[in-house]
């Protein structure tokens, strides 16, 4: 699974013309799932990002976590992470076929929510427009493969 993660004031999925999720300060997940990626990966992951601690505390240092601050996340599907880009248009064959995404980005939800934050998100294989508003900025890129 690849993901990048950005630190937001605030972010928002819109569908056809209607927010489908927004959140405050938290993280924008985008994220692509490969055709090996399991469960398990997506366990690792989801710890990985609730557990990062670059919210800044009391002495202006990256040193915070998630939950510290009550933030939230918004995760949105994105194939295209997984694109071949040796030629000029980017191919697609690397990334998991829906079949196999969808229900590990759907099982990627579900952990978040274990983990303790209701993700807001987008609907898989959808056309969105994603906004953000990013705070830092702040973006980390997370590939399972090297976790």
Same mark, same amino acid.
């Given at each position: ?60 240092? #990256?040193?915070? *976590?998630?939950?510290?601050? /009550?933030?939230?996340? !918004?995760?949105?599907?994105?194939? &295209? =992470? ?45 056309? #969105?427009?994603? *906004?953000?508003?990013?705070? /830092?900025?702040?973006? !980390?890129?997370?590939?399972?493969? &090297? =976790?």
């Amino acid at each position: 699974m690849r993901a990048i993660v950005t630190r937001v004031s605030s972010a928002s999925v819109t569908i056809e013309g209607k927010t489908a999720g927004a959140i405050e300060k938290g993280f924008l997940v985008l994220l692509g799932v490969g055709p090996e990626d399991t469960e398990k990966e997506a366990d690792r992951l989801v710890d990985k990002i609730t557990h990062l601690r670059v919210f800044t505390d009391e002495n202006d240092k #990256m040193n915070l *976590a998630l939950e510290q601050v /009550g933030g939230q996340l !918004l995760v949105v599907s994105q194939f &295209t =992470l997984y694109a071949d880009l040796k030629s000029r248009r980017p191919g697609f064959s690397h990334a998991a076929p829906p079949s196999l995404a969808k229900p590990l980005y759907e099982y990627f939800l579900a952990a978040c929510e274990r983990a303790g934050f209701k993700p807001e998100h987008g609907e898989f294989g959808a056309d #969105m427009q994603v *906004a953000s508003v990013n705070d /830092g900025p702040v973006t !980390l890129i997370f590939d399972t493969d &090297t =976790l």
